[in-house]
């Protein structure tokens, strides 16, 4: 089991950027794969990003490409997601996520272990 804690949200413009983070504890980091998802009002949870034990293998959502950059730094048990070019449909609940093993996968009920989440408003 692993603790995640997210932080990082908040209110931009249309455009703007943030940068989400998480930080883990409990348990070895560098054994978990990461995940994240978002969650709007009223919608299911869908995948947004994934990167593997070591960092080395990323994935992202179609509706994110491009615009989103997931890394880690195992040193300091740290998983970001820096968010560029926000559109209003990015608005939602973020959450980090962990795995035990380094397939990847877009099934949130594949990953184990949820942070509390944290919310990013996009501005028109």
């Known amino acids: 089991q692993v603790q995640l804690v997210e932080s990082g949200g908040g209110l931009v413009q249309a455009g703007g950027s943030l940068r989400l983070s998480c930080v883990a504890s409990g348990r070895p980091f560098n054994q978990y794969a990461m995940g994240w998802f978002r969650q709007a009002p009223g919608k299911e949870r869908t995948f947004v990003a994934f990167?593997?034990?070591?960092?080395?293998?990323?994935r992202y959502a179609d509706s994110v490409k491009g615009r989103v950059t997931i890394s880690r730094d195992n040193a300091k048990n740290m998983v970001y997601l820096q968010m560029n070019s926000l559109k209003p449909e990015d608005t939602a609940v973020y959450y980090c996520?962990?795995?035990?093993?380094?397939?990847?996968?877009?099934?949130?009920?594949?990953?184990?272990?949820w942070g509390q989440g944290t919310q990013v408003t996009v501005s028109s």
């Open positions: 990167i593997s034990t070591g960092g080395g293998i990323t």
């Open positions: 996520a962990a795995k035990m093993n380094n397939l990847f996968t877009t099934t949130a009920s594949s990953f184990g272990s």
